[in-house]
């Protein structure tokens, strides 16, 4: 049972350059999410999906996009790394019913 | 829009005494669910315990147990009995129904021998 699998779990990436960061789930999860974690402020959301071919923006969308063309797979494409972007990524799924998110191991990208 | 306060950056207790980390939230709705998740170094997100707001009574998870306080809107996680292993980022969280997750800004716990 692997989970939340996020690749790469490190990345280094020069400014400008453009990357995608895989996450796949096998629990057959509806939701689906994508957060960044910073110092001093918490998880905060990115994009997220209720479904197959949905998604919606989060609260800090700008630089990124996501498509969800199946369950299992919610892939974060960072269109041109600025150096804000750096930070710990992490994606999560969860089931309709509430029981809460399961997480990935999590990405730490750094953007010089 | 929902909001989720963490108003300790940091707290810190002995092993074997207890602590309490508070987490207020902001909602209109009436049907919602919260969490306090774990942070160990590790990075890994765990989940420690639940509470569905519709439910008067606190959950508890063996150590772990919370004071919900729904007019209030709190919802402390309080350690028993604390432990080396405990130390961590704790995170409280709230799900609107079959809604998107959101998270405070967390508390660092330390536990001291």
């Known amino acids: 049972n692997a989970g939340v699998t996020q690749t790469p779990k490190f990345q280094v990436l020069k400014t400008g350059q453009s990357m995608t960061l895989q996450c796949a789930q096998d629990m057959n999860h509806e939701y689906m999410s994508w957060y960044r974690q910073d110092p001093g402020m918490g998880l905060r959301l990115i994009h997220y999906?209720?479904?197959?071919?949905?998604?919606d923006q989060g609260e800090v969308p700008n630089g990124y996009n996501v498509s969800r063309s199946t369950t299992e797979d919610f892939p974060l494409r960072l269109l041109s790394a600025a150096p804000s972007q750096t930070s710990v990524y992490f994606c999560?799924?969860?089931?309709?019913?509430?029981?809460?998110?399961?997480f990935g191991s999590g990405t730490r990208l750094t953007v010089v | 829009a929902q909001t989720v306060t963490q108003s300790q950056p940091e707290m810190s207790v002995q092993e074997a005494e207890t602590v309490t980390l508070s987490c207020t939230y902001d909602t209109s709705e009436s049907d919602y669910y919260l969490f306090w998740y774990k942070q160990p170094p590790s990075r890994q997100m765990i989940l420690v315990i639940r509470?569905?707001?519709?439910?008067?009574q606190n959950a508890t998870e063996n150590r772990f147990s919370v004071n919900f306080q729904k007019a209030a809107k709190s919802f402390s996680l309080k350690i028993s009995d604390s432990q080396l292993g405990d130390a961590a980022m704790y995170f409280c969280a709230y799900r609107r129904s079959t809604d998107k997750l959101i998270f405070g800004t967390g508390t660092r716990l330390q536990v001291f021998p």
């Open positions: 509470q569905e707001a519709y439910k008067q």
């Open positions: 999560a799924s969860s089931t309709t019913s509430l029981y809460g998110y399961t």
């Open positions: 999906s209720v479904g197959a071919g949905i998604t």
